[in-house]
């Protein structure tokens, strides 16, 4: 285990997220990160935000970050 | 009376008597039009050009019923129409049976038959004969569909199984899970927001250019329930020949891909509903991917793999990103998400 | 990426020569096992590098008692079952969820969240939340169970099947399997209890530990990096997966497994017992307790004849080498848990790799 996938806070109101991957928009809990703001990206696993990402050392690690980022920037093309 | 309870349908409405008739002649019909259809006898007698035709028939049982871009009504028919399609054929006609939970209201009936009647024209096919019943509240869905068709042959196509040979190239016509993923993405429970629209579409029109116009089309399949893995692995069941696609070449957008991830799904046995699966000769695989890309429906094609000797186990072997070589397997059958 | 690869299929290929034996390195993670075999890491490293998948598949260690206490809940309709779709087929003596004719509803849910929800909205049920999962997905558990408690939703509850990785660990190096050279430590666990939790295994086993992700790039970078420590002699703790890994962890989420879990003595699947690797509800919670409300055992089942799961799960042989692997037991009628759970070793190894 665990399943968790990197997603983007677009929405936050207490402890209530809404996450966005890719453009899927998912609900998630923030209770086990206090600190989290709108904007953050974080890793998200069974509907909790489990950990803040580190985005600069993500791009250099983490290839679905390319893709994100891509992404952002050029919405849904096709891959691969 | 001012009602604003909205119309429903009720089991009598499945009873074949009054209610049933006008069930069919003033909420039925008028979505339908066509003359076979009107003159409502028992079978529909078609005068067909003589030479063969290919016959098939498929159920519809879709949660929920409406769903980014399209219905019920539209897969029925756009189902029935691939399933012929696929198999070297120009549909043609289709019959509709309804089995409809009372309690539906009609509003929602007529959606799906308006939708169906769009469907239908678009793809140049007639709903020829039908039939409707209803049943108990809870014994269905809101409303399950089946459908028979008949297509024309193409002359001089001969596809199938046993015309696929080592070193014929491996097509799809487009991106891969659009479907599954946005029955999921709006299932309740497990639903998510998304811009993921449904790949439902009629693919006669691409299907028959293809058939008419590249030699060395080998076999043909719609891949719907299962994915692109259980189209393979049937291809490869007692085969004497294995395939070997390129994770790299299998087009899948990243919205769908990411939606996968995030339920743990592979995309691969991600149902489908405007996607074929082609294997042509090598020499006819760049004009099959031209006419493909040609089209609305194939703007996405990729060549994604060949078929290779069986070396003695016929499998379906993935080379995937990182350059590594790993087995897909035939799907269980139901992707459950999973957390771990 | 490519040339990356190269540069680490390169280091490994090297420390294996210089090594000259055999290297054996475990994961402890099911998500780690799947996507080494989604990715076909194995078939780009040398064959003298044995890669182990451990215990890390919750579902797979979840004991066959765990499995037929849920089983006994199904009898009762005045429940609502709610489970991740781990569980789903998990076999047990009369069957699984999937095909046993439960008068439950049984309910897949995401979130522990979905199921205190499911709770609130079927006030004449109670809902029972299936467990399971390593320290990533207690902390969830945790938070369903404290608002519960804040809000008085009496009708929800709570099976407890967690378990901890660090004693299933000792016990594998205390005696289960010592031949284990490295450890390939699991990501998103080291996110919750932090990647110096396994400081403890190198100080105490001398055995190198790396924190990897779960990219194929991630995995083979780690592994490249094992094989250097082992080369070099020095066993050292590593995290290679920094954009979400920090030393110390997310201390938010061990103060509220801490609150709420004790951890117990507990059977693993095919280990045995287990000191302190599992986690129970503490006393203030012992009302969401679902083996109390409803008086439900917890003594370990018996194993079906001829299932090997147990040494499958310590890494002790390959899957091909139980006789029932591909025969009797396949996905579509597995005998245990290992060939059921889509993260199980024989599952995996059936699924991607090569058929017997």
Not at chain 1, 25 to 33: D, E, P, S, V
Not at chain 2, 295 to 300: P, T
Not at chain 3, 122 to 147: L, Q, R, S, W, Y
Not at chain 3, 193 to 207: H, L, N, P, T
Request: proline share 4%; charged share 25%.
């Amino acid at each position: 285990m665990c399943l968790a996938i990197p997603a983007r806070i677009v929405e936050l109101e207490a402890d209530r997220a809404v996450v966005d991957a890719m453009g899927n928009r998912f609900k998630a809990k923030t209770t086990l990160l206090p600190e989290v703001k709108m904007g953050d990206v974080v890793l998200v696993h069974a509907g909790f935000a489990i950990s803040l990402v580190d985005e600069e050392e993500a791009k250099e690690t983490w290839e679905l970050f390319a893709e994100i980022d891509k992404f952002e920037k050029t919405q849904n093309k096709v891959s691969g | 009376m001012a009602n604003t309870e909205p119309e429903r349908v009720l089991l009598a409405h499945g009873g074949g008597g009054q209610l049933t008739n006008r069930l069919i002649r003033e909420r039925i019909l008028p979505s339908l039009k066509n003359d076979s259809l009107s003159e409502l006898g028992d079978s529909a007698c078609l005068d067909l050009e003589s030479g063969s035709i290919c016959f098939t028939t498929d159920s519809y049982v879709v949660k929920p019923l409406f769903f980014n871009g399209g219905d019920i009504g539209k897969l029925a028919v756009c189902g029935t129409v691939n399933d012929l399609a696929v198999a070297g054929s120009r549909p043609l006609v289709l019959t509709l049976a309804l089995i409809i939970e009372a309690g539906l209201e009609f509003g929602v009936l007529e959606k799906i038959l308006h939708s169906i009647g769009e469907t239908a024209r678009l793809n140049g096919v007639s709903i020829v004969t039908g039939d409707t019943k209803t049943v108990e509240r809870g014994s269905a869905d809101g409303i399950f569909i089946n459908t028979a068709g008949i297509g024309v042959r193409l002359p001089g196509v001969h596809v199938g199984l046993d015309k696929i040979a080592v070193g014929d190239k491996i097509l799809v016509n487009g991106t891969l899970g659009d479907h599954g993923m946005t029955i999921i993405s709006q299932r309740e429970g497990i639903g998510f927001e998304s811009q993921l629209q449904s790949d439902c579409a009629g693919l006669a029109g691409l299907t028959c250019a293809l058939f008419e116009t590249v030699s060395g089309i080998r076999f043909m399949r719609d891949a719907t329930r299962g994915g692109l893995a259980a189209v393979l692995n049937e291809m490869v069941e007692n085969a004497a020949f294995g395939v070997e696609i390129c994770e790299k070449d299998v087009p899948i957008k990243p919205a769908v891909q990411a939606a996968a991830d995030m339920l743990g799904f592979d995309v691969l046995n991600i149902a489908n509903e405007g996607k074929f699966v082609v294997v042509v000769s090598a020499e006819g695989a760049d004009e099959c991917l031209r006419i493909c890309r040609d089209h609305a429906l194939g703007r996405d094609a990729a060549v994604i793999g060949e078929v290779v000797d069986a070396q003695g186990v016929p499998l379906v072997e993935l080379q995937t990103k990182m350059g590594g070589k790993r087995i897909v397997q035939m799907p269980y059958g139901r992707e459950l998400p999973r957390i771990c | 990426m490519l040339d990356r690869i190269a540069k680490a299929q390169r280091v490994i290929e090297e420390a294996c020569q210089a090594m000259g034996r055999e290297i054996t390195i475990m994961e402890v993670c099911g998500t780690h096992t799947v996507s080494i075999f989604r990715h076909g890491v194995r078939s780009i490293l040398p064959d003298r590098l044995k890669l182990l998948s451990g215990p890390g598949c919750p579902v797979c260690v979840t004991d066959q008692g765990y499995i037929d206490a849920v089983l006994e809940l199904t009898r009762r309709d005045d429940c609502i079952i709610a489970t991740y779709g781990d569980m789903i087929r998990v076999p047990g003596k009369a069957g699984s969820l999937e095909t046993c004719p439960s008068q439950a509803e049984i309910k897949v849910v995401l979130s522990s969240e979905d199921a205190l929800q499911l709770a609130r909205d079927n006030a004449d049920k109670t809902v029972v939340f299936i467990a399971v999962g390593f320290e990533t997905t207690t902390p969830a558990t945790a938070v369903a169970v404290k608002e519960a408690a804040e809000e008085g939703v009496e009708n929800f509850c709570v099976l407890s099947g967690h378990k901890l990785v660090l004693p299933a660990m000792r016990a594998l190096l205390g005696g289960m399997n010592d031949r284990i050279d490295a450890f390939l430590c699991p990501g998103h666990v080291s996110v919750i209890i932090g990647a110096g939790a396994f400081q403890e295994i190198v100080d105490d086993y001398s055995r190198p530990c790396v924190v990897a992700g779960f990219e194929p790039l991630q995995i083979i970078e780690s592994i490249a990096e094992i094989c250097r420590q082992l080369s070099a002699g020095k066993p050292e703790l590593k995290s290679l997966y920094g954009a979400v890994v920090t030393d110390k962890g997310n201390v938010a989420a061990q103060q509220i497994i801490e609150q709420c879990f004790d951890p117990v003595d507990g059977y693993w699947r095919g280990l045995g017992k287990i000191p302190g690797s599992t986690l129970q509800l503490k006393e203030a919670y012992r009302q969401f307790d679902a083996f109390e409300r409803f008086g439900l055992s917890d003594e370990p089942g018996e194993d079906k004849s001829g299932c090997r799961c147990g040494e499958v799960l310590c890494g002790l042989i390959e899957p091909k080498q139980c006789a029932l692997f591909g025969s009797q037991c396949t996905p579509e009628k597995p005998v245990g848990p290992c060939m059921v759970s889509s993260e199980g070793t024989c599952a995996a190894w059936y699924k991607y790799g090569r058929r017997n």
